[in-house]
């Protein structure tokens, strides 16, 4: 009679086991904090590439293939602190209104690049453990904002890779 209750618990075990999806270790307790990412993976340097797309007409904005070098600093919540900072890939200044959130259960990103005269916005885009940012789009203007570079507003398709 015992055994058979062992063998059932085991089964179920087993069972259980074998349909675990979570990232830690045991049946989804104690360990690697459950999201595809952490703080620390989505904090660091970043280099963000642009590619011009053709949907708005982009006078005098970012050159095509311009590189925006960005320090995101990332709370245990998702959302950017104020030690997030952007490059201006023109001048080369430093921007301290670099702000936004990470989702960090499923990467989903979203950021916004402040200048003095505007801002662009990097939606929708997904940021990944391994140091890769996909599927973002940089608008500038970014809504409710004045452009940041150039006239007539500009869109950008944009990739990213973790440098530090």
Not at 39 to 68: E, F, K, M, Q
Not at 149 to 162: E, P
Request: glycine share 16%; charged share 5%; aromatic share 4%.
């Amino acid at each position: 009679m015992h055994l058979r209750s062992v063998f059932s618990g085991l089964a179920i075990l087993a069972v259980i086991a074998g349909c675990e999806s979570s990232t830690d270790p045991f049946i989804g307790v104690g360990g690697g904090g459950g999201g595809s990412l952490t703080a620390a993976d989505a904090s660091g340097d970043w280099s963000i590439t642009l590619t011009r797309n053709s949907s708005l007409p982009c006078s005098g904005a970012l050159a095509n293939g311009s590189v925006i070098p960005a320090h995101i600093s990332v709370s245990n919540d998702g959302t950017l602190t104020n030690l997030s900072t952007w490059r201006n890939p023109v001048s080369g200044a430093v921007q301290t209104s670099l702000s936004g959130s990470v989702n960090l259960s499923t990467g989903a990103l979203n950021l916004t690049f402040g200048t003095a005269s505007g801002a662009m916005e990097l939606i929708p885009g997904t940021m990944s453990s391994a140091g890769t940012i996909t599927g973002a789009t940089v608008t500038d203007p970014a809504p409710g904002f004045g452009q940041a570079f150039g006239t007539n507003g500009c869109q950008y398709t944009a990739t990213g890779t973790k440098v530090g």
